[in-house]
């Protein structure tokens, strides 16, 4: 069993930046798919980007691109969500979700582990 913990959410103005922390426990989950996923007041949860285990390729949603990264740190157990030039729209509870063997990374009901979420809201 995977449990899954985010950090670093909070309250920044537009055009500032935040890191997020999905930090996991339980197991190590260097070959799982790691991805980030984001949920707006009364929108669906939405696929914000992903980093694949082994090589740690990463793919992103085109709304973030060139503005959010995903690292992650093997030796911790962590993986993370730089996020820079921060826009209103940007703003949701972020969460973390993990799993094996997915191939449609960009689909909520892939993923067997979700941390709880951390709140990001960003002022204009």
Do not use: H
């Not at 030039?85 to 979700?97: F, H, Q, R, S």
């Not at 892939?110 to 960003?122: M, N």
């Amino acid at each position: 069993q995977v449990q899954l913990a985010e950090s670093g959410g909070g309250l920044v103005q537009a055009g500032g930046s935040l890191r997020l922390s999905c930090v996991a426990s339980g197991r190590t989950i260097t070959s799982y798919t790691k991805s980030w996923f984001r949920q707006a007041p009364g929108k669906e949860r939405e696929f914000v980007g992903t980093i694949l285990g082994g090589g740690g390729v990463t793919y992103y949603t085109d709304s973030v691109k060139g503005r959010f990264t995903i690292s992650r740190n093997n030796a911790q157990n962590t993986v993370y969500l730089q996020m820079n030039n921060l826009k209103p729209e940007d703003t949701a509870v972020y969460y973390c979700a993990a799993g094996m063997g997915i191939s449609r990374v960009r689909v909520v009901d892939a993923y067997e582990y979700w941390g709880q979420g951390t709140q990001v809201t960003v002022s204009s």
